[in-house]
């Protein structure tokens, strides 16, 4: 068994939102240990690849609107910090429409005779809503945008992701990803003339997202903050996405340590405070004490390891979040690039994935000279049964359809490589939100305790959210310390 220093701090898990909270606690002069299972840092932002070929479990892009973030993430990447135009296409009945939705664009997209069954399915929703609030995604987007665009456009590619019955998933994904536009809206924004009253659909817009009823832009926006998710260009790392994680380690490397291979499978509480955490490293068990802790491992996996047990309806809550996971095939391939899109999506069912990136559209340096890679995203659950076919069989099997879409010739394959991740989307199924609050509830509960993080707080956060929360949760711990430091100095004054 090993100590830490009696004042540290101790972070679960080195993703972006445990390094953001150790990068800040280190150049604030604290003490803190960073617990890694893995064994190497990043979690779902690291870059991994082989002889010369490089990729990200799944292409990451870094948008912001905090300038402070972006400053530090910047300063990370020095001059192998890139700007990469956006431009991401959904693949539908052989034709290829912009990504995220642009309603016009897949409106006038199918031809006058759908296009006519939209407008009407569009009115009959705004003139006959239906009553209920909606809750799930599938009421949601028709009442967004009408009976036949969730048919035609929304359907299929939401129950891919997440593996559920559209009536099952809730709308809070699928609202922010398109913003809280209406149909009618989007055809407005796009018009060469100002219509009257345009300003003021904005402004209730605006007013709705930040007071009133809770809408579902505003749930949505409670989930992730407010993501420029429309902008034109992104930051990358020349190679890699891994890089911001590996630049973060390495500033705190310089003054405090950071444990891969260390697995937390006990976190030990009494009284309301956490006292210490058991890993397991290579086989052995340590105990780390520390004076605060900051979680950023998976939220269920956190209340299992709790000892004493949480109450009975704490465990059932955690043990009713589930997360949807991913498996990613990379095939490196000889010759020119094969796309010109950040992202390509794969709506249809007849295809097994759902998404493809070319990392060398990114940054050339993911691929030796004369030769780039395709990475193709299977959304699937841990233990399904593709994820348990063989890499070989996998790689066959999407080479095979590659070819039949028209994306690439497989002769031209030089190798692959295939990825199982878990945990890649806390998997919002309705009613995950009142969990959610039974377990925070009880997490309250612990003074020294802060969670952070996409898994870690079990919401759908891009990097610099999770990166945010991870710097928010450190300085939590800062001003708690500044306060009371300053006690006995008022008390000495009184
Ligand atoms: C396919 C895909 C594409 C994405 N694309 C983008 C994008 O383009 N732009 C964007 O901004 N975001 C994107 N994201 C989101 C981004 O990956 C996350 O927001 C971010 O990586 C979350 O960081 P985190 O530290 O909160 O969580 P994680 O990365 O999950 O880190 C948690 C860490 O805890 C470790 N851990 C777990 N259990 C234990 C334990 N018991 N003990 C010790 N350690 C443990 C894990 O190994 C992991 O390293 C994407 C995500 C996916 C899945």
């Given at each position: 068994m090993s100590m830490a220093p009696n004042d540290a701090v101790v972070v679960l898990g080195a993703g972006l939102a445990g390094l953001a909270a150790g990068d800040e606690l280190t150049r604030a002069g604290r003490s803190v240990t960073v617990l890694e299972a893995?064994?190497?840092?990043?979690?779902?932002?690291r870059t991994v690849g082989r002889d010369g070929f490089r990729y990200d479990l799944g292409g990451h892009r870094f948008l912001t609107d905090d300038a402070e973030l972006e400053a530090l993430v910047r300063q990370i990447l020095g001059p192998d910090c890139l700007a990469v135009p956006r431009s991401s296409k959904i693949l539908m009945g052989g034709r290829y429409f912009d990504y995220p939705l642009r309603p016009l664009n897949a409106f006038f997209g199918f031809g006058p005779v759908t296009s006519a069954r939209i407008l009407f399915d569009y009115a009959r929703e705004r003139l006959w809503p239906i009553a209920r609030p909606p809750v799930n995604l599938e009421d949601w987007v028709v009442r967004q945008f009408g009976r036949a665009m969730f048919d035609i456009y929304f359907r299929d590619y939401s129950e891919k992701v997440w593996g559920l019955d559209c009536r099952r998933i809730d709308m809070t994904w699928v609202a922010q990803r398109i913003q809280g536009l209406s149909l009618g809206e989007a055809i407005a924004r796009a018009l060469p003339i100002r219509l009257p009253g345009r300003r003021e659909v904005d402004a209730q817009r605006q007013g709705s997202l930040r007071g009133g009823t809770r809408s579902g832009a505003q749930r949505a926006r409670e989930l992730q903050?407010?993501?420029?998710?429309?902008?034109s260009r992104f930051l990358y790392p020349r190679l890699g996405i891994g890089q911001i994680a590996e630049g973060l380690a390495a500033r705190i490397r310089e003054r405090n340590a950071i444990r891969t291979d260390s697995r937390v499978h006990k976190v030990h509480h009494a009284h309301g405070r956490v006292e210490a955490v058991e890993v397991l490293e290579r086989g052995e068990r340590h105990l780390l004490r520390g004076t605060q802790f900051v979680s950023t491992i998976p939220l269920p996996a956190l209340v299992a390891a709790l000892s004493p047990r949480p109450p009975a309806a704490v465990l059932a809550a955690a043990s009713r979040l589930g997360s949807r996971d991913l498996l990613t095939v990379a095939v490196m391939l000889r010759g020119?690039?094969?796309?010109?899109?950040?992202w390509i999506y794969l709506p249809?069912?007849?295809?097994?994935f759902g998404r493809i990136h070319e990392p060398t559209n990114w940054s050339?340096?993911?691929?030796?000279?004369?030769h780039t890679l395709l990475v193709i995203e299977y959304f699937c659950f841990r233990g399904d049964a593709l994820w348990s076919r063989g890499d070989a069989d996998i790689a066959q099997e999407t080479l095979e359809h590659l070819a039949r879409l028209d994306i690439?010739?497989?002769?031209?394959?030089v190798g692959h490589e295939v990825q199982r991740i878990a945990n890649a989307y806390p998997l919002f199924e309705v009613g995950y939100d009142e969990h959610c609050r039974t377990i925070n509830d009880y997490l309250c509960?612990?003074?020294n305790l802060h969670t952070a993080g996409r898994n870690g707080m079990f919401r759908y956060f891009n990097m610099d959210r999770a990166m945010l929360a991870g710097r928010d949760a450190a300085r939590a711990i800062l001003a708690r310390q500044a306060k009371e430091e300053a006690l006995p100095a008022v008390q000495l004054t009184a």
């Open positions: 893995g064994e190497a840092v990043g979690g779902l932002s903050g407010d993501l420029p998710t429309l902008t020119p690039r094969v796309t010109q899109h950040t249809d069912k007849s295809v097994p050339p340096d993911m691929a030796p000279p004369g690439v010739d497989p002769g031209r394959a509960g612990f003074a």
